[in-house]
């Protein structure tokens, strides 16, 4: 296994069915690529179709899921390597500290969170891994602009444009993933 990348995604169902071919996609690709996928161990969207798409060609997935996800039956059955935590924070930072990588596929506000706050994590130096957006469909680009937009009003530096690489396609995540090279950024301060 040549590490674990960690899969921020949407546990949605009712979405464009692109973006489950794209999850499924980048599921595989990590699989070929010998990379241990860890998400959070649901069973329905994005969450599920990373999984299926890891699992069905041959890899491995962790999924690290609070309690009462688990006690709701949220937990996606097909994983044979759950980490169960206390809560959603134990959940995030367990996530975290087992990541060689971040990769944040489209989500709703519980992704949304999840990298930003890996990204805040990243530019106070306590994430040191690469963080790549998986941008399907153009999903982030409101986000996008609105980070560049924080850097033209001065609230965060130029160089921290660097804390993340964006991708098009599962192909080209995997490319900047196999490619990443430690980066070291100016203090907010």
Known sequence: MRGNVCVFCASSANIDSRYLESARELGALLAAGGWRCVNGG??????????DGTLDA??????????????????????????????????????????????????????????????????????????????????????????????????????HSELWQVAATPAEAIALLEDSKPVTFESKY
């Open 42 to 51: 649901g069973a329905v969207g994005l969450m599920g179709a990373v999984t």
């Open 58 to 159: 041959g890899g491995a997935v962790t999924g690290v899921i609070p309690k009462f996800m688990v006690d709701n039956g949220w937990c996606y059955d097909r994983l044979e390597d759950v980490v169960v935590t206390a809560d959603m924070h134990q959940r995030k930072y367990m996530m975290s500290e087992m990541a060689d990588a971040v990769i944040a596929l489209p989500g709703g506000v519980g992704t949304l969170e999840e990298l930003l706050e890996t990204l805040t994590w990243r530019q106070l130096g306590l994430v040191k891994v690469p963080v790549i957006i998986l941008n399907t469909l153009g999903y982030y680009d409101p986000l996008l602009a609105m980070l560049c937009h924080a850097i033209a009003e001065g609230f965060m530096k130029p160089s």
